[in-house]
């Protein structure tokens, strides 16, 4: 008997290297951008690749969790953002790292950190490498080496406590080992980021990562009852707790640190039943003022329907959801108990009073194939879903095809809701036609929407130069952090900060926070070798 060959992540760009859009697609899809390229940029062969050879060695006992192998080295210098991609594609690998290590226990993680501070090797935890921020790239050049530590190889749920639906879980499971050692037992997580494929619990904790459901519990965060930290000065971990009052919480120092105080090694987690039902529909609005008001009720109604995705017309129209010129609100609702179907009613009854038309068959029942048993998804909805999941493989054709398409997401208060986006969209335009010296695209989005504000995640497709990709999005990227920055809306709401949304942080953080987290920083990792660069200065 045959065994199937194991998946291939790719290297340069996002995901499974099998779904890459193949060239005869770029090409269709290059007919309808603003890229200047008639053809796709050709992906490098990692035989081709030139990377400087390692500047250090571990111990011989430590040579065993270590690679210098060119495809680890490539596959850990970046994370997955616009300007990643853009160089990876040039075969640009000066920021390579040294080494790969793939610790198999905790006692690997303290082992390679105590070689690490004394070598003065720079350390940049990695879980599935899917950072969108600079979060896993190594800038500068004042250590001697630089070690990517790769958690994946510690991927079990180590305890599961019944009585209390919580699970102790290594932190390098991926999503779906994760949920594949939860399956058996009827529970989940239920945390699911559009990454969920090729990230990690640890990288949620350490990033504060934003799942897919729209409203209650948002963040990862939510979901933690205690954390188990390796940090070069020991380690830290705070005991399994419903809840606590006793003064700053521990776990609140790690949640967002983003590798810098140390490297996440387990968690306690909050579990639930895996739900039973499911419904879904979606509504349009011809009206901007009329959407807002009722996307603003339903996350006001106490309902908390576990989609609430209000798509702007360009968003509908790019996603398939729409092409009219009319707004689309995508609703899901899900339980393990119960039928939802006077959920979903409730809020469609909300969405109507504001304007909203309910699509065709919204309201009745479908069966769908290996789906819950009484799912009903209309063709609105299961468009726009398709389109989410496939969209990072599809910016990764646009750059092919030389074009600029990035994303930021942000968060505010509802009334400022409608000014953020206003100015992001007619500012965003204005800066795009200065950069590049043609029209772009703007859309938004919102992925989570909250009692007092939303999410709005937004998207801009704008045609390159070749060889003036990078300075172009540069340029972008600080008018985008101006906007957000002049409106008191977040850098970011859950893609972190990484090293790219760092000036925006700088301006977003209390100034004697920032000392706080420095004091932390160097009581914590005193060499200074945990991600340097990231939240604070080296």
């Given at each position: 008997?045959?065994?199937?060959?194991?998946?291939?992540?790719?290297?340069?760009g996002w995901g499974w290297a099998d779904e890459a859009v193949p060239d005869?697609?770029?090409?269709?899809?290059?007919?309808?951008?603003?890229?200047?390229?008639?053809?796709?940029?050709?992906?490098?062969?990692?035989?081709?690749?030139?990377?400087?050879?390692?500047?250090?060695?571990?111990?011989?006992?430590?040579?065993?969790?270590?690679?210098?192998?060119?495809?680890?080295?490539?596959?850990?210098?970046?994370?997955?953002?616009?300007?990643?991609?853009?160089?990876?594609?040039?075969?640009?690998?000066?920021?390579?790292?040294?080494?790969?290590?793939?610790?198999?226990?905790?006692?690997?993680?303290?082992?390679?950190?105590?070689?690490?501070?004394?070598?003065?090797?720079?350390?940049?935890?990695?879980?599935?490498?899917?950072?969108?921020?600079?979060?896993?790239?190594?800038?500068?050049?004042?250590?001697?080496?630089?070690?990517?530590?790769?958690?994946?190889?510690?991927?079990?749920?180590?305890?599961?406590?019944?009585?209390?639906?919580?699970?102790?879980?290594?932190?390098?499971?991926?999503?779906?080992?994760?949920?594949?050692?939860?399956?058996?037992?009827?529970?989940?997580?239920?945390?699911?980021?559009?990454?969920?494929?090729?990230?990690?619990?640890?990288?949620?904790?350490?990033?504060?990562?934003?799942?897919?459901?729209a409203t209650l519990h948002t963040h990862i965060d939510d979901f933690v009852?205690?954390?188990?930290?390796?940090?070069?000065?020991?380690?830290?971990?705070?005991?399994?707790?419903?809840?606590?009052?006793?003064?700053?919480?521990?776990?609140?120092?790690?949640?967002?640190?983003?590798?810098?105080?140390?490297?996440?090694?387990?968690?306690?987690?909050?579990?639930?039943?895996?739900?039973?039902?499911?419904?879904?529909?979606?509504?349009?609005?011809?009206?901007?003022?009329?959407?807002?008001?009722?996307?603003?009720?339903?996350?006001?109604?106490?309902?908390?329907?576990?989609?609430?995705?209000?798509?702007?017309?360009?968003?509908?129209?790019?996603?398939?959801?729409?092409?009219?010129?009319?707004?689309?609100?995508?609703?899901?609702?899900?339980?393990?108990?119960?039928?939802?179907?006077?959920?979903?009613?409730?809020?469609?009854?909300?969405?109507?009073?504001?304007?909203?038309?309910?699509?065709?068959?919204?309201?009745?029942?479908?069966?769908?194939?290996?789906?819950?048993?009484?799912?009903?998804?209309?063709?609105?909805?299961?468009?726009?879903?398709?389109?989410?999941?496939?969209?990072?493989?599809?910016?990764?054709?646009?750059?092919?095809?030389?074009?600029?398409?990035?994303?930021?997401?942000?968060?505010?208060?509802?009334?400022?809701?409608?000014?953020?986006?206003?100015?992001?969209?007619?500012?965003?335009?204005?800066?795009?036609?200065?950069?590049?010296?043609?029209?772009?695209?703007?859309?938004?989005?919102?992925?989570?929407?909250?009692?007092?504000?939303?999410?709005?995640?937004?998207?801009?497709?704008?045609?390159?130069?070749?060889?003036?990709?990078?300075?172009?999005?540069?340029?972008?990227?600080?008018?985008?952090?101006?906007?957000?920055?002049?409106?008191?809306?977040?850098?970011?709401?859950?893609?972190?900060?990484?090293?790219?949304?760092?000036?925006?942080?700088?301006?977003?953080?209390?100034?004697?926070?920032?000392?706080?987290?420095?004091?932390?920083?160097?009581?914590?990792?005193?060499?200074?070798?945990?991600?340097?660069?990231?939240?604070?200065?080296?």
């Amino acid at each position: 008997m045959t065994t199937a060959p194991a998946r291939v992540r790719s290297w340069w760009g996002w995901g499974w290297a099998d779904e890459a859009v193949p060239d005869h697609e770029c090409v269709q899809l290059g007919a309808a951008l603003p890229g200047p390229l008639e053809r796709p940029q050709p992906v490098p062969a990692l035989a081709d690749l030139h990377l400087r050879a390692s500047r250090v060695s571990p111990p011989s006992s430590l040579a065993h969790l270590v690679t210098t192998a060119v495809p680890d080295r490539a596959g850990h210098t970046y994370g997955k953002a616009y300007r990643d991609v853009v160089r990876a594609l040039r075969g640009q690998m000066d920021a390579a790292p040294d080494l790969v290590a793939y610790p198999a226990n905790e006692a690997d993680i303290v082992a390679l950190l105590d070689w690490a501070a004394g070598a003065n090797v720079a350390v940049v935890p990695y879980g599935g490498g899917s950072s969108v921020v600079g979060g896993v790239e190594y800038r500068g050049d004042a250590h001697a080496g630089v070690l990517s530590l790769d958690l994946t190889g510690m991927n079990r749920v180590l305890e599961i406590d019944h009585t209390s639906l919580a699970a102790r879980i290594e932190a390098g499971a991926l999503g779906p080992v994760l949920e594949d050692q939860l399956r058996p037992h009827g529970y989940t997580l239920r945390h699911f980021p559009q990454s969920f494929e090729h990230s990690t619990l640890g990288g949620w904790l350490a990033t504060r990562s934003g799942g897919h459901y729209a409203t209650l519990h948002t963040h990862i965060d939510d979901f933690v009852e205690s954390l188990r930290v390796v940090t070069p000065a020991g380690i830290s971990e705070s005991w399994r707790l419903p809840g606590s009052g006793a003064g700053p919480s521990p776990d609140r120092l790690f949640l967002g640190s983003e590798g810098i105080l140390g490297v996440i090694s387990e968690a306690w987690m909050r579990l639930q039943r895996r739900p039973d039902h499911r419904r879904s529909a979606s509504v349009t609005f011809a009206s901007f003022t009329d959407a807002m008001r009722a996307v603003r009720a339903i996350a006001q109604s106490g309902l908390h329907p576990a989609n609430c995705r209000w798509l702007d017309p360009g968003e509908a129209a790019m996603s398939g959801a729409a092409g009219d010129g009319s707004s689309v609100l995508v609703l899901g609702v899900e339980s393990a108990d119960h039928p939802v179907d006077d959920q979903l009613a409730q809020l469609l009854e909300v969405a109507r009073d504001h304007g909203g038309t309910i699509a065709a068959g919204a309201t009745e029942p479908r069966a769908t194939e290996g789906r819950a048993r009484d799912e009903g998804r209309d063709d609105a909805a299961e468009t726009w879903r398709s389109a989410f999941l496939r969209m990072p493989y599809m910016r990764d054709a646009m750059v092919r095809m030389g074009a600029i398409a990035e994303t930021f997401e942000t968060a505010t208060t509802w009334d400022r809701v409608d000014a953020l986006y206003h100015d992001v969209v007619s500012e965003m335009s204005t800066a795009i036609r200065e950069v590049t010296g043609a029209p772009g695209m703007v859309n938004c989005r919102f992925t989570h929407v909250y009692p007092d504000g939303a999410a709005p995640y937004f998207t801009i497709i704008a045609a390159g130069r070749p060889g003036r990709q990078l300075a172009m999005w540069d340029e972008l990227k600080a008018a985008a952090m101006d906007i957000l920055s002049r409106h008191r809306a977040t850098v970011t709401h859950h893609h972190a900060v990484g090293r790219d949304h760092r000036p925006g942080y700088d301006r977003q953080r209390p100034p004697h926070f920032a000392a706080v987290l420095r004091a932390a920083k160097a009581t914590l990792d005193p060499a200074g070798i945990l991600n340097p660069g990231v939240l604070i200065d080296p």
